[in-house]
């Protein structure tokens, strides 16, 4: 078990949360008008960097969504921070 560092509850167990996705990861713009190769890459390919990374969860059992810093190799959790703004 591991514990994720919800800024809203504390630590909680792993199996609360839900990976949301990759932070800086922008939707093309342009609606219908986007190409298939565009929309494929957006939806299905990532950035998968081994070592620190910055990734959006979300706590299922408040809802809420955070930024959580980690080590996608050694499991260290470096820091949970909210999105909301003027909240630290």
Same mark, same amino acid.
């Given at each position: 078990m591991?514990?994720f560092?919800?800024?809203?509850?504390g630590?909680?167990?792993?199996t609360?949360?839900? &990976? =949301?996705?990759?932070?800086g990861?922008? !939707?093309? %713009?342009?609606?219908?008008?986007?190409?298939s190769?565009?929309?494929?890459?957006?939806l &299905? =390919?990532?950035?998968?960097?081994k070592g !620190?990374v %910055?990734?959006?969860?979300?706590?299922?059992?408040?809802?809420?969504?955070?930024l959580?810093?980690?080590?996608?190799?050694?499991?260290v959790?470096f820091s949970?921070?909210?999105?909301?703004?003027g909240?630290?």
């Amino acid at each position: 078990m591991q514990l994720f560092p919800c800024p809203f509850c504390g630590p909680r167990d792993e199996t609360e949360f839900r &990976y =949301f996705g990759e932070v800086g990861k922008v !939707r093309p %713009a342009g609606g219908r008008a986007v190409s298939s190769a565009k929309w494929s890459r957006y939806l &299905y =390919f990532q950035h998968n960097a081994k070592g !620190r990374v %910055a990734e959006i969860w979300c706590h299922q059992t408040c809802g809420e969504l955070f930024l959580m810093e980690r080590d996608n190799v050694s499991h260290v959790v470096f820091s949970g921070s909210t999105l909301r703004a003027g909240e630290v």
